[in-house]
């Protein structure tokens, strides 16, 4: 008997016509294109959905719908058609594109129709089917359209362990951070990034943050920046001290650079940053081996080439950090009065900071955030949580009002359930042998799906004791438990606070 969710009535079945898109048709075309031809390039979630699509057999998929609202099919005898949304959203990509190159002066073709160009799709994992199928599969009936480059779709990123919410509240929202973390946009962008949902769902917590912030961004990447200009304005004036231009620690900036820009063409963000954050550990590890606050007064010499060479280092982390970390880059730069490279630039020298450049003063990147700080955020959500309880409970409205006298007539007692059972060829009942304080009798009631009958037996509840018997199931039942229904949905006793005699009036 299924009804509409929003008016509560039957639906009815009609016959109705509908403009399908033959996506059988283009099977050998997508296995082709996908199955055989990005194997290697494309992330493996996306390749193993689309594949798992094409084994299953494509089918034709209706491209028009019933519907008061959407774009009117342009057919004769179409009235009241309206195309599929996942038929006309993605046109709109084409003509969006259009109407942005007629504005700046471009070709939009040169961006939609020429084998020179790129086009990447940066989707959801639920859009996948939409991008990798039936998208393709329209521009290639078309025919002037090229496919896309790749479609790097990413899976679902939870908040605390539940799914992200915009109408629940559930969500970091971003102008709150701003305000709750001021100057501190490069930290959610490095934590978001080092957990992005890349080919599986990930989790965003705020104590993760947090130990990203304090023990990564604070202790590795700013420990190590902080120590080089600190050290280079204390020994030298604030100026790049001679060294060893060929040293081979150097080397690992253009290395770095180089497995940067290789993970982010292929997708892989969390790669990239690694690669970055490898350098500064790098650097760090280096200056602990060095010691040039040491060597100083021993070996300046070795002091110079050590903070020389650590200055390089820094110079590329200021140049390689900005994809993910773009506000602390413009800081580096500032700090080592350094102007923004090319990519090419940075990946073919090392030598980044000439001997007598003049840098600024230390100033921090990254500051250590407090767990009072962090406890504040997890209990806005907690408090988001507990008022959506209150908010999305379903409890049902008030019944007719009855008269005093009414209730009175009411015979609520204390019980204890001697014996359970389950009622043959019922799911859902249990037998029960109670004890009123009054008599023992029977009751049946549907709480199988809650309870074991071993889980029922010694449990005292409250009972309804003049209710009028009714048989269930062919057995007599005399009296009705009381119960509630708990947040997972299951069924709970409604018990006294301790333990009582039987047969005590509940009033």
């Known amino acids: 008997n299924p009804r509409s969710m929003l008016s509560g009535n039957?639906?009815?079945?009609?016959?109705?016509?509908?403009?399908?898109?033959?996506?059988?048709?283009?099977?050998?075309?997508?296995?082709?294109?996908?199955?055989?031809?990005?194997?290697?390039?494309w992330k493996t979630n996306v390749y193993g959905q689309v594949k798992s699509w094409l084994n299953d057999g494509l089918k034709p998929r209706a491209m028009t719908r019933d519907?008061?609202?959407?774009?009117?099919?342009?057919?004769?005898?179409?009235?009241?058609k309206v195309l599929y949304v996942w038929f006309d959203a993605p046109i709109g990509y084409i003509s969006f594109t259009q109407e942005w190159a007629e504005k700046n002066?471009?070709?939009?073709?040169?961006?939609?129709?020429?084998?020179?160009?790129?086009l990447v799709h940066f989707i959801g994992k639920d859009n996948i089917v939409f991008h990798c199928i039936i998208f393709p599969a329209m521009m290639k009936a078309h025919g002037d359209y090229r496919m896309p480059t790749n479609v790097p779709a990413f899976e679902f990123l939870n908040l605390e362990n539940d799914k992200i919410s915009t109408s629940r509240n559930w969500a970091v929202w971003a102008h709150e951070y701003v305000t709750e973390f001021p100057g501190q946009q490069d930290v959610l962008r490095y934590s978001l990034l080092s957990s992005a949902p890349e080919t599986k769902d990930n989790n965003f917590t705020w104590k993760d943050f947090q130990t990203k912030n304090n023990s990564e961004l604070v202790g590795i990447f700013g420990n190590f920046i902080n120590r080089v200009a600190v050290l280079i304005n204390k020994y030298y004036d604030g100026e790049i001290p001679a060294g060893n231009e060929s040293a081979s620690e150097l080397n690992e900036i253009s290395k770095a650079a180089k497995e940067v820009e290789t993970f982010l063409t292929k997708f892989e963000f969390r790669n990239a940053l690694s690669a970055m954050m490898n350098l500064a550990r790098f650097g760090n590890q280096y200056l602990q081996i060095e010691e040039p606050w040491k060597t100083i007064k021993t070996d300046p010499e070795k002091a110079a080439n050590s903070l020389f060479v650590a200055a390089q280092i820094?110079?590329?982390?200021?140049?390689?950090?900005?994809?993910?970390?773009?506000?602390?880059?413009?800081?580096?730069?500032?700090?080592?009065?350094?102007?923004?490279?090319?990519?090419?630039?940075?990946e073919s020298q090392n030598i980044l900071l000439k001997t007598g450049h003049k840098i600024n003063e230390a100033s921090l990147l990254f500051s250590k955030i407090e767990d009072e700080t962090i406890e504040f955020q997890i209990n806005k959500l907690e408090a988001t949580k507990q008022n959506n309880k209150k908010t999305n409970n379903n409890a049902k409205p008030m019944k007719d009002e009855i008269q005093f006298d009414d209730f009175t007539k009411i015979d609520l007692r204390t019980a204890t359930i001697l014996t359970a059972e389950k009622v043959e060829k019922a799911d859902k009942l249990l037998k029960f042998s109670v004890d009123t304080g009054v008599d023992v009798r029977t009751v049946v009631s549907g709480v199988a799906e809650s309870f074991t009958p071993e889980e029922c037996v010694g449990k005292q509840?409250?009972?309804?004791?003049?209710?009028?018997?009714r048989k269930i199931r062919g057995i007599e039942s005399q009296g009705m438990l009381l119960l509630t229904t708990k947040e997972d949905g299951k069924l709970a006793f409604v018990t006294p606070e301790v333990k009582v005699e039987n047969g005590i009036e509940i009033n």
């Not at 002066?105 to 790129?118: A, L």
């Not at 509840?461 to 018997?469: S, Y």
């Open 461 to 469: 509840v409250m009972i309804l004791l003049n209710l009028a018997p």
């Open 10 to 41: 039957n639906p009815i079945l009609k016959e109705t016509k509908n403009w399908y898109l033959p996506l059988n048709d283009y099977e050998d075309f997508l296995n082709k294109w996908i199955i055989e031809g990005h194997k290697d390039d």
């Open 105 to 118: 002066g471009k070709n939009w073709r040169d961006y939609w129709q020429s084998d020179d160009s790129e």
């Open 314 to 346: 820094a110079a590329g982390l200021a140049q390689i950090c900005e994809p993910f970390l773009p506000f602390s880059s413009e800081k580096l730069l500032t700090m080592f009065n350094s102007e923004k490279l090319t990519w090419q630039e940075v």
């Open 67 to 80: 519907l008061n609202w959407g774009v009117p099919v342009p057919l004769p005898n179409a009235e009241g």
